[in-house]
């Protein structure tokens, strides 16, 4: 035969975790047909000695609801190696929605992850009532990666119970039967599971919790148990378990997990972090989810790759000192008027001899923390850096703004607001919330090896000026094989499987995420050496000239999706091969591609 494409001498690290292994790979008709040896002709062929040859990655833990509307790129994913990214996380989404109730899913959506409401309400046509017509919706699109949805509580509830659902109401017996309706005709109509919300810190833009975490067992469970009456589904979970409450708390919240759990008899996924102020709350995470997992219970891990922070600065959403009235005087004017402003010796002066005033709460989503932050910026300067060029997501106390008005012989607070200044106030301060406890990954680490573990919570789409998680998939593998000093890395193969071959199975996808003959020609051709994320930068191109910030990589040669090269040469080539995967449909497709066998 005769491949469409084969690529030559590559070290392919196959998604499996297993060693790398040279050889070639060939693709027909975007499906892997040869792995090791090819030795047909091809009507292209890349020699790709040097290069990492890995599955396409796959995001578990996007928010495209809405971004998925009216942009094709989602360069958030596609400059990183991601070939398939799932929506529908955290609780959040936008349908089912009720007729004049759109507005509510923005002010949710806004608050919670941190998208500017008047992106929304400019990118989105609402073009759907039920969760089928939104998939229908977006079946009409094509982008340069594939998608997945799952359903999301939140929407559910506002749509059977409206204004109750708002005031946070206790579900009646006729509001749960109707959400599980609701919920079973999402699944039927290709949602790949259902998500929950149950973390204190969420908020909806106007301050008032989200509607769903209220709910308790009884209709916890009842949708749970959904996912039993269709093919493979997921349930995914967000959940602080109570942590303002103390740790007596703790017990109860991840009881409704496990009752979830065994309502559904499916994989539950749950976000793994180590919290600021939650100390080694995360290893009771594990230790239970060891414990259900010995009883049958399919408990697995969503991992960030590294510390979950904010990049705060004057261009961003959120900095150290939005609370502050001088600042709150000048917060409207343009750029270079703040940065002339602020750099008048008389204004630095009075700024910093104001306390903030109240900031969280007030009529915005902002969680608590924020307020400490503000109020106490001489401790938390010990763990801001500069972004100043390649960042260090590891680095040391000596690189810490705390650290500089030591040697400068300045106040730490001081030390803050000159570094917001540098770069005429395109400055961005990087302060790692969670994940960073201990000063260094060492924690992110463990998390990473344990077997239930898959790399997300990237959140792509969301809090769109103060994080660039979604770049995960470059850092976590230019870092954790190669770069590493503080302590151990991780091998490629685990890394790549964490990316691909965990998330895969986890996710049903069983058409992707190994590099195996019959599976999809999801592939990405690396540079190791070349490898790592550039400076972090704002664009100004989301609807109604909204701003975002984007990271962009450098590294990446080739990233093919169902054989088409989407991007090469670290740029996009402007295909779209990308389409909406609904559940169901791809085991059909992986059976028959793989002569009826199915790698997990």
Partial sequence: MVYDLKIRGATIVDGTGEPSFSGDVAISRGVIVAVGEAPDTAYRTIDADGTLLTPGFIDPHTHYDGQAMWDDELVQSARHGITTAILGNCGVGFAPVAPGRQDDLITLMAGVEDIPGTVLNAGLDWDWE?????????????????????????????????????????????????????????????????????????????????????????????????????????????????????????????????????????????????REGGGDQWRRVVERSEAALARGLDIRFQVAARGVGVLMGLTSSFHPFVAHPSFQAIATLPLAEQVRTMRDPGFRTRLLAEAPVPYAGKGNAAPAFFDQLLGDMDRYAARIFPDRGVPDFEAGHDRSLQAEA??????????????????????????????????????????????QSMIGLGDAGAHVNVITDYSYPTFALSFWPYRRKA?????????????????????????????????????????????????????????????????????????????????????????????????????????????GRLYF
């Fill in 130 to 274: 039920s969760f089928g017509d939104y998939l229908d919706r977006l079946d009409h699109r094509q982008w340069s990666i594939d998608i997945g949805a799952q359903v999301t509580h939140d929407p559910v509830r506002m749509y059977v119970m409206g204004e109750r659902a708002l005031s946070r109401e206790i579900a009646t017996e006729d509001d749960i039967a109707r959400m599980r309706q609701l919920v079973s005709a999402a699944l039927g109509a290709g949602a790949f599971g259902f998500s929950t919300g149950r973390n204190d810190a969420h908020r909806m833009a106007d301050g008032r919790d989200t509607p769903a975490s209220i709910a308790g067992a009884r209709e916890l469970t009842a949708i749970a148990q959904c996912l039993r009456d269709h093919d493979y589904r997921v349930l995914q979970i967000t959940s602080d378990f109570d942590q303002a409450e103390g740790p007596a708390a703790f017990d109860a919240e991840f009881a409704l997990v496990e009752q979830m759990a065994e309502a559904s008899g499916r994989p539950i996924s749950l976000n793994l972090l180590q």
């Fill in 406 to 451: 030591r040697r400068r012989g300045i106040s730490a607070v001081e030390a803050v607001y000159d570094a917001l200044l540098d770069r005429d106030g395109h400055a961005l301060l990087y302060l790692p919330i969670f994940n960073y406890g201990g000063g260094n990954l060492d924690d992110v680490r463990e998390m990473l090896v344990h077997p």
């Fill in 487 to 595: 302590g151990p890395g991780l091998t490629a193969e685990r890394i790549v499987q964490l990316m691909s071959g965990a998330p895969a199975a986890h996710l049903g996808l069983n058409d992707r995420g190994v590099i195996a003959p019959g599976r999809r020609a999801d592939i990405n051709l690396i540079d190791p050496v070349r490898l790592q994320l550039l400076q972090t930068r704002v664009a100004h191109d989301l609807p109604a000239g909204g701003q975002r910030l984007l990271q962009d990589s450098c590294g990446y040669l080739a990233t093919l999706v169902k054989g088409v090269v989407v991007a090469e040469g670290d740029e996009l080539t402007g295909a779209r091969p990308g389409r909406l995967l609904r559940a169901g449909k791809l085991r059909e497709t992986a059976l028959k591609n793989t002569n």
